[in-house]
């Protein structure tokens, strides 16, 4: 019955069309190809309206009927409705007319933007039926599962590389679910999850619940248009790790568009960011290839850290579609990113932050994002979080005993070097 | 050949009456998909399409290394290799 799914229809897989109900599963069970939630936008048409949506709670949850719970969300009320900064003194630094920093590093509860896909998945697992839920995770997502476990009463494990930054490890461990360091990546991680997956009745928010966990990501397409005044950007650069992220932006453009809330699009285009060190998606991308090669990471973004990206023919599908450009950084110029965004716009993202606005730092340079447009930069968590990728990279102070006469002489020392330089 | 195990993924067990571990005789990967085949007639294609390579989303591994890294379905196996068979990586 439509009243019992809200305004989904089935799941469907993306790769061959066939459907299955609104369960907890995704994969089709004939090719494998991933699940995807089908929904009911003829309903959903009647429903939405850029006024109706305008009195709501400042919430990822204004757009309701676009995200896969079908009752009220139980997990999460609170998330997303982000700030969208203007970034006027990056954009000039970079060298672009109009720049938007759509900033996820202050989501709440856990800082990061895995708090919007983790808030559907929960809410949904609730309605299937669940009480234990799990993730494989590079650490934003099990920060994301365990606190947002805890404040709705259910059971948590989160399963992480066992050598992921002590921050994030006990940015897990304080809401008290039960984490599991696995020596190995991240993948073999994940893998293990499918594995536990199949034989436990456990929501894994990342694996068997993907098709309604993924859907969360939506959201921050949905807040940036708004926030732009009901408008698609002209460019937006997403960074890649599976590459959902950046194909749910795209859908949530299009799902705007075909219901009409935002003004007939002109052209835009998404570009995908990644780390040199795990790059496989960029790759092809620049090579103009429709498929990637799988490999091993090695790079300080480790939330990035995915070699072989489960979204990565769809991320490359919709650069291609959009006209977008894939491009990398190194792990020197993540760093930079980290500091540039900082320095300019008193934002401190986390390295897959420094990635986004490294990536940017390089279309506009060669390019590819034009100067005289306007771009939004996708900045995915924050930079407490990834404490070990700047120490020792963020500048240094200088230390002097407590009198104004040594003080009065380092001000002078500066003035000169500076009058000097 | 080479006496090896595979693991079957939940979405396959359907075909392999409920078994989630085969034991069989391969030499290569392509042998083992054709081997399986022999015993659960309809698995091939869900494993491989109809240009005979391995589906996209579907990914197989030896003893926990992706075949794409060795030499595909030609990689070679020996006495006591485990195979697993598991759905696409997705990000966390």
Known sequence: MAKDNGFMKALKCRECGREYPLEATHVCEYDFGPLEVVYDYDRIKKSMSRKAIELRPQTMWRYRELLPVAGEPTVGQQVGFTPLVKADRLAKRLGIRELWIKNDTVNYPTLSFKDRVVSVALSRARELGFETVSCASTGNLANSVAANAAAAGLKAYVFIPHDLEQGKVVNSLIYNPRVIKIKGHYDEVNRLCAEIAGKFPWAFVNVNMRPYYAEGSKSMGFEIMEQLGWKIPRHTVVCMASGSLLTKIHKSYQELSKLGLVEAPEDYTIHGAQATGCSPITTAQKAGLDFFKPVKPNTIAKSLAIGTPADGFYALRCMKETGGHGEDVTDDEIREGIRLLAECEGIFAETAGGVTVGVAKKLIASGKIPADDSAVLCVTGNGLKTLDAVIGHAGEATTIGPRLREFEALLDDETKSTAKA | ?92
Not at chain 2, 35 to 47: H, M, S, T, V, W
Not at chain 2, 52 to 63: L, P
Not at chain 2, 69 to 89: H, Q, R, V, W
């Open chain 2, 1 to 92: 050949m080479a006496k090896v195990t595979v693991g079957i993924p939940t979405p396959l067990q359907k075909l392999t009456n409920g078994e989630d571990s085969i034991e069989l005789d391969a030499e290569t990967i392509g042998s083992a998909i054709a081997a399986l085949q022999a015993k659960y007639p309809g698995i091939e294609e869900r494993l491989v399409d109809e240009a005979g390579e391995v589906r996209r989303f579907v990914n197989v591994y030896v003893n926990e290394e992706d075949i794409r890294f060795l030499e595909n379905k030609e990689t070679t196996l020996k006495d006591g290799d485990e195979i697993s068979i598991i759905p696409a990586i997705a990000g966390g």
